[in-house]
Every structure is written in structure tokens, then in C-alpha cells.
């Protein structure tokens, strides 16, 4: 079974790139060669999609905004998010891609098999490297989530 950590956000936007740095922090963890990859994207929707073809399972690790306090971990599955903003109108939301992969015959992890671990943001707006501390603060959390995921995989 082969698994994808992913973690997505903008570099250069202060809690955007919490998914960046909980990938960056559990590369640490995850040994090299083995069934699980870590990586690292600025991509959603349709790219996203692409990303995940011909992986069993996945982790993806994104910012999210759904007004609780910032830093608060959420773990969902693509079904539990009713809608979802994509980086350009031109693309689709995650859940979206994932049936339209599925029905052009691409081997996609099926959306039980899909773990949303999403951060609470705070700003993400200003141009930073670092996430605000709230934020910050999760990034520890959020790794032991994505490791404790993968553990109960047999990954």
C-alpha cells in the first residue's frame, strides 16, 4: 500500500505554509524507500488530483479557515468538506478532482482512504515565512497526527 503525505500551502504566506512545514517535519520521521512519501506542493484541485494518482492512501496537510480558533487540528475526509475554494476559478475543489479522476479510470485512494489534517489559520494574507503563534504552535500536534495516521496504516 503506498501512501502520500502531502502538505500544501504558499511558502510565502504566513499560516499558508503550515502544511509546508508539518510535511517538512515529518520527512524527519518517515523512512526513505519505503511505502510512504512526503512531499510538498502549492497545487489543489485538479494538479492535486494528478499528484495522488496511483497511490493507495493519502495525508493531505493544508491551512483551513472555518471561523474556530486559530491553530485548532481538524481531521476530516474530502466528503466532509461541503465546499472548498480553489486556487483559481479556472480549477475545481478536491472532492470534484477526486471523481473526475475516478470516472477517467485514474487509481486514486478512495475518499475513506483520505486524511484532511487541517490547520486552523490565522493570517493568510501577509508575506511571511513564519506562521503566526497560534499556528505555530499546532505544527508539533499536527506531525504526531500525521505519524500516529500513519502508524495505524502499518505504514
Do not use: W
Not at 39 to 60: F, T
Not at 117 to 135: H, L, N, Q, R, Y
Amino acid at each position: 500500500m503506498k501512501t502520500l503525505v502531502i502538505g500544501l500551502g504558499s511558502p510565502l504566506l504566513c499560516d499558508d505554509s503550515v502544511g509546508l512545514k508539518v510535511a517538512r517535519e515529518v520527512r524527519r520521521h518517515v523512512a526513505v524507500g519505503g511505502s510512504v512519501e512526503v512531499e510538498e506542493d502549492v497545487r489543489g484541485g485538479l494538479q492535486l488530483m494528478e499528484r495522488l494518482a496511483g497511490y493507495d492512501r493519502a495525508i493531505i496537510v493544508d491551512a483551513i479557515l472555518t471561523g474556530a480558533a486559530p491553530g485548532t487540528i481538524h481531521q476530516l475526509t474530502p466528503d466532509d468538506i461541503p465546499t472548498q475554494r480553489s486556487a483559481s476559478q479556472h480549477d475545481v475543489n478536491l472532492p470534484t478532482a477526486l471523481e473526475l479522476g475516478r470516472q477517467l479510470g485514474v487509481h486514486l485512494p478512495q475518499s475513506k482512504d483520505i486524511l484532511l489534517v487541517g490547520i486552523e489559520a490565522d493570517d493568510i494574507m501577509t508575506f511571511s515565512e513564519e506562521c503566526t503563534p497560534p499556528v505555530a504552535a499546532a505544527i508539533p500536534k499536527a506531525v504526531d497526527i500525521v505519524l500516529n495516521a500513519l502508524r495505524e496504516q502499518g505504514a
